[in-house]
T-cell receptor
């Protein structure tokens, strides 16, 4: 039982390149989330998917797109990477039923944009 | 506008003593609060939570206290162990928000043997 799996673990991009961060969970969770963490900052919500087939913007959605491919998978795409998007990206999931089911996080993707 | 604030970037305590991590919030609509723990190169892991209808929740060595009038919560770890050394994030959410968490910036706890 892997939980939340993120790929790749590390990535270096040049400004203007595109890439997709992959996230999959094997816990049959309904809700999935993408956060970014910058040095000295807390985690900030980029996009989330409350259930399969729905996606919504979070606090910092500009420059990103998401796809909820199926119940297991939620990908984050950078169409034209910028140095400001250098960050550690965390995917998370939860059953989505009530407060007593907290977020489960993956181990992150460390992205550097040069 | 930082709605969840952890004003101490770091805290150092001796093994066996109490660790107290503090968190303040400004949004009175928040009704559920959580603490997450994060080791380097890993994702945050859930530690303990509290609903706004309670003022205390305890789980083993970890206790969270909530003071709604002061918009303040704290995490007590007793006794502290070296393995507790990590970054601790306070987070908050409100009903109807699809569990969108707002995180503080974190406090690095170091427990010295």
């Amino acid at each position: 039982n892997a939980g939340v799996t993120q790929t790749p673990k590390f990535q270096v991009l040049k400004t203007g390149q595109s890439m997709t961060l992959q996230c999959a969970q094997d816990m049959n969770h309904n809700s999935m989330y993408w956060y970014r963490q910058d040095p000295g900052m807390g985690l900030r919500l980029i996009y989330y998917s409350a259930s399969e087939g729905t996606t919504d913007k979070g606090e910092v959605p500009n420059g990103y797109n998401v796809s909820r491919l199926n119940k297991r998978e939620f990908s984050l795409r950078l169409e034209s990477a910028a140095p400001s998007q250098t960050s550690v990206y965390f995917c998370a999931s939860r059953p989505g039923l009530n407060y007593n089911s907290p977020l489960h996080f993956g181990n992150g993707t460390r992205l550097t944009v040069t | 506008d930082q709605q969840v604030k952890q004003n101490s970037p770091s805290l150092s305590v001796q093994e066996g003593r109490i660790s107290i991590l503090n968190c303040d919030y400004t949004n009175s609509m928040f009704d559920y609060f959580l603490w997450y723990k994060k080791y380097p190169a890993e994702g945050p892991t859930f530690l303990i939570s509290i609903s706004s209808i309670k003022d205390k929740n305890e789980d083993g060595r970890f206790t969270v206290f909530l003071n709604k009038s002061a918009k303040h919560l704290s995490l007590h770890i007793v006794p502290s162990q070296p393995g507790d050394s990590a970054v601790y994030f306070c987070a908050a959410t409100r009903g109807g928000s699809n569990y969108k968490l707002t995180f503080g910036k974190g406090t690095l706890l170091t427990v010295n043997p």
